[in-house]
């Protein structure tokens, strides 16, 4: 894969972990929520390590 294909892995995980973080800090997380943003976030991260 390019350079462009990874950078853009890199920011959707990132993203993802502002949202999660975003989430986590409200009063009452929405476990459904979590549960899929961990999981999307989790899916880059595989997809990123298998680019090497």
Partial sequence: MN?????????????????????????VPDSAMLRQLKAEKLKLKDELANLH
């Fill in 3 to 27: 350079n462009s294909h990874r950078d853009m892995l890199a920011a959707r995980h990132a993203r993802l972990d502002a949202k999660l973080g975003t989430e986590l800090k409200r009063p």
